[in-house]
């Protein structure tokens, strides 16, 4: 699974491992709730499998934030890009992954008594009991929970801590994404033939950024009516078409920034306007492009 830190959770000595690991980018909220920022650099080689030790205390929400992230955990198999997230719980089992160089992930790690008490009757479809055992559910990016997961990394990163903003923010990240996984298990019920034209849906939305397609294009390529991919796009990816490819096209300009400038950016994703483009950025990340630029993106990197 995508517990992105090399740690497993259990003993005061291997919470000392954590810190030592991550640094000032793991951050306790309260007994049973910790955030922590992971990148590349930390995981070791990109490209190379490394095994991880799972834990058996802890569920784990992760974001990926930038870069590609491939792991087995019994016979599940996960494949994550940026702006993907999922929920799971290991049951202490190990898993092999690999990440590419860019690879940087948000993982919030919370206890289930802790989850039930926060979260009440969000937590539908999740099985809390005392013999929890080895599960995982994934979606593909939504504007609400990349808005959060960004939201936490930027306090993180802050020099001056928050720690009450910080916890606000995690309890926000955590409404959304379960709000989130609960759409994807209503997208479940699509039928297998629809589902994969879907797919093809989106891998076709998002095969040139700087050009957007119409709706009716995107219907005519994969073989469904409009009313079928607006409302299965809602389903399945829990966002609209055009939701959909803004959301990639932002994450692009958040990669692009870290060796262009805001114009050249802005040209490249198929805006004429970088006015235009700075609402938008800032719709999705919450920062103008030029303060990402200068604050975020390096980061980001392991830089």
């Known amino acids: ?48 499998k490394h095994v991880f030790p799972g834990d058996d205390q802890y569920i784990h929400l992760n974001s990926v934030l930038s870069g590609k992230f491939e792991a087995t955990v019994g016979n599940k198999l996960l494949q994550c890009g940026c702006g993907d997230f999922n929920i799971g719980f290991s049951g202490g089992e190990n898993f092999c992954a690999y990440h590419s160089n860019d ?25 809390l009991g005392k013999s929890m055992s080895f599960f995982v559910k994934q979606s593909g990016p939504s504007r609400k929970v990349s808005a959060c997961a960004s939201r936490i990394y930027k306090l993180i990163k802050e020099q001056e801590a ?18 989130a996984l609960k759409s994807v298990d ?73 060796d262009n400038n805001v114009t050249e950016t802005a040209i490249s994703l198929g805006y004429s306007n970088v006015s235009h483009f700075s609402v938008a950025f800032r719709k999705q990340f919450g920062v103008l492009p030029k303060e990402a630029r200068l604050n975020l993106a390096p980061t980001i990197v392991g830089n």
């Not at 919470?15 to 070791?44: C, K, W, Y």
């Not at 948000?106 to 099985?127: F, N, Q, R, W, Y």
């Open 1 to 48: 699974m995508t517990f992105c830190s090399d740690i497993e959770i259990n003993t005061a000595d291997k919470q000392q491992q954590i810190d030592s690991s991550v640094g000032h980018n793991f951050v306790q909220l309260m007994p049973g709730l910790s955030v922590s920022l992971s990148t590349a650099r930390e995981m070791g080689a990109a490209d190379t």
């Open 103 to 127: 690879f940087s992930n948000l993982e919030i790690m919370i206890k289930p008594e802790v989850l039930t008490e926060l979260a009440g009757e969000e937590l539908s479809g999740i099985d």
């Open 162 to 179: 928050k720690p009450l903003l910080l916890h606000s923010a995690t309890l926000d990240y955590l409404y959304w994404h379960l709000t």
């Open 186 to 258: 209503s997208g479940n019920q699509i039928p297998l033939r629809e589902k994969k034209q879907l797919i093809a849906a989106r891998d076709f939305l998002l095969s040139d950024l700087s050009n957007p397609p119409t709706i009716s294009d995107v219907a005519k390529a994969v073989g469904l009516n409009q009313c079928k991919l607006k409302k299965g796009f809602k389903a399945l990816f829990n966002n609209t078409v055009y939701g959909c490819f803004q959301e990639e096209r932002m994450h692009k300009a958040m990669n692009l920034l870290k």
